[in-house]
């Protein structure tokens, strides 16, 4: 069956950084677009970045685009979303999703500490 699993949340300082990974299985993850999305306490889940097949093409969310990067490891079946100078706003709890399918991960926690 089709398994994602999100890993590398924690906490981190204001500033820091962190590499979020999705583990696919189940399925041939070389022929999906993946997504990462977020959401925050109080608030929808946005999507945050979203990645082609071969991982040629990629787009960010406008607000996060000269934080955060998104790319995949089509050998390890295995989207990653790098995010870089951490805001407390970016607390959230993060996911991954096959393309616009009913595929999500369980999600994972981020917190940002000033």
Known sequence: ?????????????????LRLSCAASGFKFSNYEMRWYRQAPGKQREVIATISVTGRFTSVEETVMDRFGI?????????????NRLKPEDTARYYCRRSEDDFWGPGIQVTVVS
């Open 1 to 17: 069956q089709v398994q994602l699993v999100e890993s590398g949340g924690g906490s981190v300082q204001s500033g820091g950084s």
């Open 71 to 83: 790319s995949r490891d089509n050998n390890k079946n295995t989207v990653y979303l790098q995010m």
